[in-house]
């Protein structure tokens, strides 16, 4: 009689990122950095050591409530912007003209609400359908027509500066008296309110990352260990106390005149732009083409990727979020200008997206690197005005992070290649 052989146990696959402990986390962590992958960790260690820097030499300003709130203000609109132009970096493509369309909707905007007498939900309305045809007629001549993005956008940039000119007229401005437009960047959040939101994103983000993770384990794919996600969930409730609790103090002047406590109404336009176009982004199929079209167009095109529609829709997305952007320029200046999205705006939002770890050589990038290269950017210009520098000065501070930034990613990429030929 012969014995029937067992069958033998099919190989059991390594675990997801090779370990399910601290060390093992760590030991993956640093293998992906020195294969070229960093992301936005220059960007972060940029961040912390500018912010202890500004915090020694000025502690009694910098460290404020008042001074952080400040702050975010002042870099919304920059962010906003640089959010937008993340969709057309990752193409490999560049919009030089994002700072006035966002300029040009605010003052189509105004003249909706001021000339024609409409209230403040159809004058947005206006400002984003501006964004979305300048963003449309761009995309068509870049997609379309394939002439490069630099050539386009360069004219757009100045043939908008024109069409300000003639809506608004030289010297002139267009004033924003309506309560509902400033309270964007005037007002803040009650303190119960912000508390909320902060609860609900810190839980929403453990429910979807816990059921993606579960989600991919079920099916065999790789995952990210309990342990990691514990210590991103735990990490991002700990921001979100510190952040909301410091906001929530009082930092008014005079608070028996007027008490200035909560989180200022921008950061929820950041916020929610940073969750709609995350979203987008990493988890819809469009999300995945944009990547897909700027790590090798061609290669997705005979994949079946609409190449042309992809890189359109990038356009008109990117601009359609810098008119939010000219919204805030509007709502924090309570006023547009000719000026509006022009000088260093634009040179901002571009270096913003790429400080944070966006490439400029496409295929590589998140909204949120905008928001980390925004508050960089923020940062710096904060600092270094409480410092009593010139402008002369933040100007070479800010170029040399952005070569710092694109150094990195050039580096990086080249350091990638070589993996991936190893």
């Known amino acids: 009689m012969t014995a029937t052989k067992k069958p033998e146990s099919p190989a059991v696959a390594p675990e997801p990122w090779q370990a399910q402990n601290l060390g093992g ?9 020195r294969g070229g992958d960093v992301g936005a960790l220059p960007a972060v260690l940029g961040l912390l050591v500018l912010v202890i820097v500004f915090s020694i030499l000025r502690p009694d300003t910098f460290t404020s409530e008042l001074n952080f709130a400040n702050l975010i203000n002042q870099s919304a609109a920059v962010t906003v912007i640089a959010m937008g132009l993340v ?49 449309t007629c761009i995309g068509l001549l870049v997609a379309r027509l394939g002439i490069p993005s630099f050539v386009v956008t360069l004219a757009a940039y100045l043939g908008l500066q024109g069409v300000m000119l003639e809506i608004i007229g030289e010297g002139g401005t267009i004033p924003f008296e309506n309560e509902s437009i400033r309270a964007i960047t005037d007002k803040n ?89 995350s979203f987008l982004l990493g988890r819809s199929a469009w999300g995945r083409h944009v990547y897909a079209v700027g790590g090798n167009a061609e290669a997705a095109r005979r994949a079946g990727i609409n190449v042309m529609w992809v890189k359109l829709s990038c356009f008109i997305l990117c601009s359609s979020v810098a008119a939010i952007g000219g919204l805030l320029l509007a709502a924090r200046n309570h006023s547009v200008s000719p000026q509006t999205g022009g000088n260093e705006t634009l040179l901002y939002a571009v270096g ?39 402008p002369g000065v933040v100007y070479i501070v800010t170029g040399l992070v952005l070569l710092v930034a694109a150094s990195v990613d050039a580096i990086s990429r080249r350091r990638a290649a070589a993996s991936g030929r190893a």
């Open 87 to 135: 969709f057309v970096l990752l193409l490999g493509e560049i919009d030089l003209s994002a700072g006035f369309t966002g300029g040009t909707a605010a003052a189509v905007m105004g003249v909706v609400m001021t000339n024609h007498d409409q209230g403040w939900f159809i004058s947005v309305l206006a400002c984003i359908a501006t964004g979305v045809v300048i963003g």
């Open 352 to 390: 913003a997206a790429v400080i944070g770890g966006t490439s400029l050589f496409g295929g590589k990038g998140r909204v949120v690197d905008a928001v980390i290269g925004g508050t960089v950017v923020a940062v710096i210009a904060n600092g270094m005005g409480l410092l009593n520098q010139e």
């Open 25 to 33: 986390i760590w030991r993956s962590y640093v293998a992906k950095v």
């Open 189 to 277: 959040l009650p303190v119960w309110l912000g508390w909320t939101l902060a609860a609900a994103l810190v839980l929403g983000y453990a429910a979807v990352t816990y059921l993606r993770n579960a989600r991919r384990r079920r099916a065999g794919l790789q995952h990210e260990p309990t342990l990691l996600w514990a210590i991103k969930t735990g990490s991002l409730a700990v921001i979100a106390v510190l952040f909301v609790g410091y906001l929530s103090r009082e930092r008014s002047l005079n608070p028996a005149f007027k008490s200035l406590k909560g989180v200022p109404n921008s950061m929820v336009v950041i916020l929610g732009l940073l969750l709609v176009l």
